[in-house]
């Protein structure tokens, strides 16, 4: 089977990427697990942490400081961090701020990646890949999230091995009074690996 670099769902990239770069296994860790709604059709990862666990059987820990896993042992994580910055309350009460918390602007978002990837070179063993998942946002005006990521990633030592994206053709699109760039509806799967 031949796959391909654009998907509409999170499974069918999780079923390419692992076929391509995991020998078919799931992911290892997932330490942003939140409620599992990934892992809804694909096997769930070993190890799950989050912030803010949803379930039971979730570590509570902060991706950025991974204290429960030891240096050079992970084989695979899946990195899906929240994506929201914005130095003011949500006026639209949009459903993504209101579930997931949002940083108070881009550089602080892009701190927490960095500090978030030096903390999961630390646990990968050499050769072990992470799955980001990132989309580029727009508050009157464009972010290059993706491209953010990937320099930070290689000054880190990480290279990167290939980049997916998923469409959703569900987006939720707000009514704009001008519109200074074009909505998103993809992200981007950035597999990097160490």
């Known amino acids: 089977m031949r796959f391909i670099s654009v998907y509409e769902s999170d499974n069918e990239m999780f079923e390419a990427i692992s076929k391509i770069f995991l020998?078919?296994?799931?992911?290892?860790?997932?330490?942003?697990?939140?409620?599992?709604?990934?892992?809804k059709k694909f096997p769930e990862p070993k190890f799950k942490s989050d912030l803010i666990p949803q379930r039971n059987d979730v570590i509570k820990?902060?991706?950025?400081?991974?204290?429960?896993?030891?240096?050079?042992?992970?084989?695979?994580?899946?990195?899906?961090?929240?994506?929201?910055?914005?130095?003011r309350k949500s006026v639209t009460n949009d459903i993504i701020s209101a579930r997931f918390s949002y940083f108070k602007s881009f550089e602080e978002l892009i701190q927490m990646y960095f500090d978030s990837l030096k903390e999961f070179y630390r646990i990968l063993k050499k050769g072990g890949y992470i799955v980001f998942k990132c989309q580029d946002m727009t508050d009157g005006k464009f972010y290059d999230t993706h491209t953010k990521i990937i320099e930070m990633a290689r000054d880190i030592?990480?290279?990167?091995?290939?980049?997916?994206?998923?469409?959703?053709?569900?987006?939720?699109?707000?009514?704009?009074?001008?519109?200074?760039?074009?909505?998103k509806v993809h992200s981007y799967y950035l597999i990097l690996r160490k």
Do not use: H, M, W
Request: hydrophobic share 30%; charged share 30%.
């Open 23 to 39: 020998k078919g296994k799931s992911f290892e860790l997932d330490p942003t697990f939140s409620k599992g709604n990934f892992y």
């Open 61 to 87: 820990c902060d991706c950025r400081d991974l204290t429960y896993v030891n240096s050079n042992t992970i084989e695979s994580i899946c990195f899906d961090p929240p994506f929201i910055f914005r130095n």
């Open 157 to 183: 030592g990480f290279s990167l091995k290939d980049i997916g994206i998923i469409v959703k053709k569900n987006k939720i699109l707000l009514k704009a009074k001008k519109q200074n760039c074009l909505r």
